[in-house]
């Protein structure tokens, strides 16, 4: 029975519903915290397809795998181990972010992208 709806169907247009939702909040909104949060939603998307594309059906994890077993009866670790280190690079692009964010509001009171369009040089 081939159906639409299977689980490897949900995901992906979970993960591709948290990108839009990302990208909807980083082009509507003029709050920088709000657009950090978009991009974080963005980005979990992203990590989330990722996973799934690495996700064979009936095939088991090599870290996990019984002695034995051929190549061709394990699913590619190389997906998982690029998601691990995007969420080490997307927690520092996160701290970084934060940290400018924090700044300028000291500077400028604001979190409103409009009225930080003014520090140009």
């Known amino acids: 029975m081939n159906s639409l709806v299977t689980v490897e169907n949900i995901v992906y247009l979970a993960s591709f519903g ?7 909040i980083v082009f509507s909104d003029k709050n920088l915290l709000k657009i950090v949060i978009g991009i974080d939603i963005a ?8 996973v799934a594309t690495g996700y064979i059906h009936g095939k088991t994890a090599p ?5 034995g077993l ?3 009866q394990m699913v590619d670790p190389v997906p998982q ?7 080490v690079i997307g927690f520092g692009v996160t701290a970084l ?13 604001s979190l409103d ?9």
């Open 18 to 24: 948290l990108i839009l939702i990302g990208l909807f």
């Open 43 to 50: 980005e979990t998307g992203v990590n989330i397809l990722l």
């Open 63 to 67: 870290i996990f795998s019984k002695l």
């Open 70 to 72: 051929k190549a061709s």
């Open 81 to 87: 181990a690029l998601v691990l280190t995007s969420i």
């Open 97 to 109: 972010a934060l940290a400018l964010v924090v700044r300028l509001y000291q500077k400028t009171g």
């Open 113 to 121: 992208v409009s009225n930080i369009r003014g520090l140009k040089w």
